[in-house]
């Protein structure tokens, strides 16, 4: 019996259930054997896949490659082997462009938005997309899928680009297709028109001054991000990548087999306040397409409380509490009411104002604090003291981790520094410290004479910091498979820190210290919560006022505040 191409069509339908992305061609032709001329499968086949049907496939092999499956369109008539293709059309043989980009480029209607990047002859992942459609239709955001090419096949040196005829893309995706530029609110371009390669180690490179001076959202399978300077009184500029909702689907050479290391199943989520204030999050799902934003995680067709699938940790801004940002601050304790954290990691707790290497030769900077009355080093330790145990009241049950970071080693650093005798405003507290830290080798111990500061604060004000741990140099915290326990200033071997130079630990990481959010593979970096001008910091900035939420699943994303406000 002879089945037409409609039933042809429903039996593939089957087998794909059957089968899942396992499926082949062989297979189709070997389970439908009987039902209908050979060349009549393969038309189905490729009908039903959505791949167009082309002269220049006529008497030739081609392999189009998608993730675990494989389509081999062959003439029937002809051999199987490679045959020269018919000519192709005469192609234009100049052309060009009068208008920039940023002239031709439209603004998205509304206020809430998903971006994402498809692969071209690669299945989604079904899983994410469901629940990417999930969570647009909760938030009631739009979603936006950028296709980007990738020869995978081997077609020789041919050169392709997404807007080639000859690529498959998942139909399901068509609806949600934008492959041009545009503006999603003021100061942030969504740059759909780019076709990386997923293969690039650094996809934002070379694109800093693509937007201007606009912030820019770049479709790419990792998921990057780079803080760029702008004038010191102005908003950071930032550089995202978006993640894939494709699946894995790389060439077996040492770029493709990198590529498919750094593979993100993600997307980033941008939402805009009445202000006209955006907020970009990166929503990043586990192999089984669930993710997580804030406080609530999502799945295929279904929502929880991300409390439901475990503990999430924050790792804050730096502190530098002396110049602390009241606003920056309150809503930074904002967030973390959102997310009820396990964990909060504290960086830079003090800036050690009064006497800072960076002014500490600076006699002018020494005559104002004077005048001001905040030269007084002790009362730099009382207000980080201080702030612990205001953070160890707002979250009872988390535990408050400081991390070791330089501008609190600046206190020992002080205390070895003879001009501390001289210093008629602190000498009676660098000889009691030093009395502490002189007495403890004597008796053959090591005081740590930070953490002797601050329980000596504790002691003196009435203070409760039985909640925080003091995170030792050197000590390691590993939490959801991810590397805690570094502030950011050492580099490997004695350099200086450097989040790429993280890199080759092997391991995830969160950091400080450079105040400039950001993303570079698994190494991610926190901003500040003091004030973005500290006096000794001059010139263009990137710093900003961002923290990091890592999710129970070891999944994380930037919280950047604008002021107070931390989301629309």
Known sequence: MTRDHGELSTLIAELLNRHGPSLTLQKVEQALKGSAPRAQIREAWRDYLGIPKRPYMEGRKSRLSGARASFVLTDEVGTGEDEAAPDEPEKPLAGGTLEAPDERRRTLPGRRFLFTAAQNNTFLHTPFWEALLHFAELNDAELHVSRFSYNKTGWGNQRITKDDDELWYDPKIKPYVLDEQVKVADGLIFCGELDILPTAVTPLGTLQNYT???????????????????????????????GACTLRNYIERKAG?????????????????????????????DDNGVFYDIDTAYGPGWSAPASDMGYSLVTLGDIHIEKIDPYALGGAFGMMNAVKP????????????????????????RARQHFQGIDVVEHGMIAGARFLHG????????????????????????????????????????????????????????????????????R????????????AEDESVVIHDIEHGMHGHRGPNGARGNP???????????????HSAGIVDGVWTAGVLAKLDMDYNTGPSSWSHSSIITYPSGKRCIVTQRGNKWRA
């Open 500 to 514: 790429k130079a993280f890199r080759q630990l092997g391991r995830k990481a969160n950091t400080g210290h450079t």
């Open 391 to 458: 953070l160890n009241r707002a979250f009872p049950d988390a535990i408050i981790n400081v991390i070791r970071s330089n501008h609190d080693q600046a206190f020992e650093r002080w205390l070895q520094d003879p001009r501390g005798v001289e210093d008629p405003v602190n000498s009676r507290y660098w000889h009691e410290a030093n009395y502490q830290k002189l007495r403890a080798i004597e008796a053959g111990n090591d005081l740590d004479v930070f953490v002797w500061a601050m329980s000596d604060a504790e």
């Open 460 to 471: 003196k004000r009435g203070l409760d910091l039985s909640g925080v741990r003091f995170i």
């Open 257 to 285: 087999q990198v590529a498919t290391f750094h593979h993100v199943f993600g997307a980033l989520y941008v939402e805009i306040d009445e202000d006209g204030d955006w907020f970009a999050r990166q929503l990043m799902a």
């Open 342 to 365: 396990r964990h909060v990691f504290v960086h830079d707790l003090i800036d050690f104002e009064p006497r800072n290497h960076h002014n500490l030769s600076d006699p002018y900077f």
């Open 212 to 242: 201007g001076p606009n912030s820019g959202i770049v479709p790419h399978t990792k998921v990057h991000m780079q803080s760029q300077a702008t004038m010191k009184h102005e908003p950071a500029k930032f550089m995202y990548t978006t």
